[in-house]
Structure formats: C-alpha cells, structure tokens
C-alpha cells in the first residue's frame, strides 16, 4: 500500500496531522497497536480500568526495563514483568488523551527560552527551545476551538498573551466549595485561577457536554465531552485508522524513510510505504522504534546521527498533597455543598511559575486544586484503620466507612514542575529482553535533578497554607521523583543544531528528508503544566509545514 502520509500512533501528536492533512485531501493512513473504542464501549468499571489494565498491555506480553539511579549513584534494574512497574498509559485509538483529565495550561513565554531567562543549572541539559511563544500561540487558539477547552480567563501576574479575550467554552460547574477556596486565597494574597479543561460544558461540535461523572483520569468519556484525539479529531477526519498494527521497525535508505513494517497481535506481518512518515507513538516508544530501525545509513539507529535519540527523556516533576474538611465543624448550608455530587473543583495557581530564591529568578510551577478521585477503592482503603494504626473490621469498619463516605471530603492538590532534563535520563534498548512481538524492548533509565524536588517542596508548603486556611485536617503532601508514566516527553528534541538534536524547528528529522516526530519526544523541555495542550498546538502547527511540503 502506498499513502501520502503514514502516521504510527493516533494520540494527542497524531491526531492534528491525520485530521488536518486527511480533510485537505491527502491520503492518510495512521497505525495503531490497539484497538479502536467508542462512547458506547467506556465505563466506569474501576476493576477493568485501575487493577487490570483494560486500556494498557499486558506486562508478560510487553514490558521495559527499568534502570534507575540510586541515591549513592548505583542503578538498580528492574524487569517490568516482575515488578509489575508500567509505563503504558492507554494502547488504543486516540492513545492516552482517552484517559486523561483534560488538565489544560498553556506553556509560558519564558518556558520557550528556559537557558536565556534562568540560566544553566548544573548536572542539567536546559536549552532554548527552537521556536517562541508566539510561533505556537496561534495553534494554542485553534486546539481551544478545534479540541474544545471550556474555562474562564482571568488576569494574574503569570496570566499568558492571547489572540482571544477568552476560552470558547464557559467553564465547567463546580462545587460550592469554590466559594471557599477562593476567600481563602484572597485573605492569602494570592491569585486564583479557574483550570481550563479539554471538556465540553454543553452539547458542541457533534459531541456531548459534560455528565459530570467526575470519573476522568484514567478513563474513556462516555459523553465524548473530553477532547480525546479520538473522539475530536480521528472521528471527524478521512484519514484511514488501522488498528491491531504494531510498527516495528521503519525501512529508510541514506535520505528517506522508505517502508513501515507492522504485525498484528497473532504476528501477521504487514507493510506500507508512504511519502511522509510520522511517528507519534509516544515518547518512550517513538525512541525505541528509531533506535530498532537501524540499518546500514543509520547503524546506531534511524535519525540518530547526532547519538541524541533516546536522551533527555523527560516526566512531569512534583507530587500531589491532600487535606481533609471536618464535616462537624461545618453550617448545614457548608456540608450540603461541600457533599454536591459530580461537578468539579477546578482551581489553579501559578503564582509561582517564577519565584526569587537566594536573590536568583527561579523556575516553579503550576498547583492544580481538585477532589479526591471518585474511585472507590482507594477512598474505602483509607479507612481500614482506627486511630490507633490497628486494622477495622466487621461493623466498626462498616460505620467508619460509611461516616467517611457520606459526610467527609478530601481536597487535594497537584503539584507541576519542570523535570530538568540530563545525561542520566534517557531510552535505550535492552540487548536481551524481547516483548511479544520479538523486539528487543525499551530500556527506561531514571534519574531526577535535585532541583526539581527543591521546587516542588517550594510549591507543596504554598498548596498547605491554603489548605490550612480553608480549616483541612489530615493534612499531608508527596514530593519525589517517582516519574508520572502519563507525563512522558523528550527522546527526540528539536533544535536548530543537529549535532545536538534530533529534529528540525519543525520536527523533522535532520537527517531524513520526509521522518516527522509529534508527539511530546520533540520538547527539549516541559515546562510547569501538563503536556497534552502544547502536543496538539505543536501538532497542528507542523500539519501546516507537512501539507505545504506535499504540495510542492
């Protein structure tokens, strides 16, 4: 089969390019692993999604190793078969913008020019990025129209430039706790912000508004009110979507990429060729592909000249904190709506996306605000303790279960930080571990920069002041460098400079002529914001330089 376009994963960097390119008339094939669910097929079963990977491989049939850094520098390796350590984050058409909670935050003008504006940071690889703020925030605007992004813009001292006055979509509804929340951070000084979601507030473009399930990470939306690829872009689009097709290895010669090799789950080997490729597998897996498809041009990998696929692999950094409302303490007006059902909490501060720390400008980040998740399981496991640290059982479980559930609240934050990219961090392949298909497969090695947990903490002691105002008992917070598997990006950075980058300003490879990367392996970093409304923006914008190549 011959295409125009062969694109190798369907997520959030996949979608803008087949939905863009297909609806100009070019034909578009895109290669997807998984299978292809709709609205009717997602559910809330927290059994299939949470404890047996509904939405993920199989860890005996497709794993990674993982080589991590130890606090006395020694590595410790781990086979993800056996230490049941995942870092597959939705195996399915429209990938793990399936699964997410649509947590939407733009990049900052500074996050474009990271070494200019803070400087080096020892043991770290910080560069400017390629492009500017303004390159992207056109492509910001169209996802908010396109996708579809509900919210409210407020002004505040980090607040981003913008070509619109405000989001498209009004913000969804929240709880009366809001109320609060917002008192006690103006007593604080500080400034807050409604969180803009990838989540429809009513019936638009061919989709349904929210349910207010409140069930998002982790699951597929029923209403379709999420901007999933699948569900705003692959379903709306002509490209034609292939699924159960396993890319494992891309065919090239000295200037091109030439052939796409897949099999199907029972093995059945297929190929494609194309004038354009473009892989969006993911980060970790789009470096592994390229680093499995090195032939006589490209003997330590495809586009690998430079040595830099696989490196400067980055997560998202931070950790998460909670608190607890005292029900009794509460008028029955407070307890009736801090008990609403469904609708959201939906607040945000970035006051300290830059702070001042030893007289030097220092980069922070994003506190998202937000109720414990719906998930029933881990709320009841918190309760299977008396006061004592001895184990509930039988009524005294019973009563303090049901206490807990029907007249408490857990508030909880997020914390997002920049997770500084190094030498230390980064994808390579295994030389003896194969996966089901009989790849070699992905070596994961892990290492977190100091600085990043000296930022979260700075941000984790900010979320407890509120917390603290707002009356929260229980309270407690995470701050580490166990990396977020959802919150993946680098492998294949781009820069003006191929000896140090793999791709071009505009994501294609440096030493192929028609091999594009859009998915998060093209940041070099990843800001203080979760990744997915910067992988369509920059997604979109390289569907227009792919479509004026085409047309030449």
């Not at 390629?130 to 409210?152: H, L, N, R, T, W």
């Not at 982790?218 to 379709?224: D, E, F, N």
């Amino acid at each position: 089969m011959m295409v125009d376009v062969c694109i190798i994963g369907s997520g959030a960097g996949a979608g803008p390019i087949a939905y863009e390119l297909s609806n100009a008339g070019f034909d578009v094939v895109v290669l997807e692993k998984g299978k292809n669910y709709t609205e009717q097929d997602f559910n809330k079963d927290e059994l299939g999604v949470c404890r047996r990977d509904m939405f993920t491989p199989k860890l005996e049939d497709e794993f990674h190793i993982i080589n991590e850094v130890q606090d006395d520098g020694s590595v410790k390796r781990y086979d993800g078969r056996e230490y049941g350590w995942s870092f597959w984050n939705g195996s399915m058409v429209g990938g793990s913008s399936n699964l997410m909670s649509g947590y939407f935050h733009r990049l900052k003008p500074n996050d474009f020019k990271l070494k200019t504006v803070y400087g080096e940071i020892e043991g770290s690889n910080v560069v400017d990025w390629p492009i500017s703020y303004e390159d992207m925030e056109p492509y910001y605007a169209k996802v908010e129209q396109v996708v579809g992004v509900s919210g409210k813009v407020v002004n505040h001292s980090f607040q981003e430039p913008r070509s619109t006055a405000n989001f498209p979509y009004p913000e969804l509804q929240t709880n009366g706790v809001t109320r609060w929340f917002d008192k006690a951070c103006e007593a604080l000084g500080y400034d807050v912000m409604p969180t803009p979601r990838a989540i429809l507030s009513y019936d638009a473009l061919s989709r349904k508004g929210c349910f207010y399930s409140n069930f998002c990470g982790s699951y597929g939306c029923a209403s379709g009110a999420k901007g999933s690829s699948r569900a705003a872009l692959l379903q709306k689009c002509k490209a034609k979507v292939i699924t159960d097709a396993f890319v494992y290895r891309l065919e090239s010669d000295a200037k091109r990429v030439t052939k796409a090799y897949y099999k199907t789950r029972l093995g059945v080997p297929h190929v494609i060729e194309a004038k354009i490729f473009v892989v969006a597998a993911q980060a970790i897996e789009s470096s592994r592909l390229l680093l499995n498809s090195k032939n006589k041009f490209f003997p330590n990998g495809l586009a690998n000249s430079s040595g830099e696929v696989g490196k400067n692999l980055i997560f998202s950094a931070g950790g998460s904190g909670s608190g607890r409302f005292v029900f009794e303490k509460l008028t029955q007006e407070q307890q009736r709506e801090l008990m609403q059902v469904g609708v959201f909490f939906n607040r945000s501060l970035q006051d300290w996306y830059e702070y001042d720390k030893d007289g030097k400008k220092t980069k922070g980040g994003t506190i998202d605000f937000l109720f414990e998740h719906q998930n029933i399981i881990p709320r009841v496991m918190r309760e299977v303790y008396d006061d004592n640290g001895e184990l509930l059982w039988g009524d005294d479980l019973a009563k303090k279960v049901q206490k807990r559930l029907t007249t408490s609240r857990v508030l909880t934050f997020e914390v997002f930080n920049d997770w500084l990219p190094t030498d230390k961090c980064f994808v390579s392949i295994d030389k003896e571990a194969k996966d089901k298909y009989g790849m070699p497969v992905g070596v994961i090695n892990l290492y977190g920069h100091p600085q990043d947990l000296k930022v979260g903490e700075h941000l984790a002691k900010k979320a407890v002041k509120i917390l603290e105002e707002l009356g929260c008992e229980e309270i407690d917070y995470s701050i580490s460098s166990s990396p977020p598997p959802n919150l993946v990006a680098g492998g294949c950075r781009f820069g003006n400079d191929a000896r140090t980058s793999v791709l071009d300003k505009n994501c294609k490879a440096h030493d192929l002529q028609n091999l594009y990367v859009t998915d998060a392996s093209f940041m070099p970093t990843g800001g203080s914001v979760p990744y997915t409304w910067t992988i369509y923006a920059n997604s979109f914008r390289v569907a227009n330089v792919i479509k004026k190549a085409l047309e030449v």
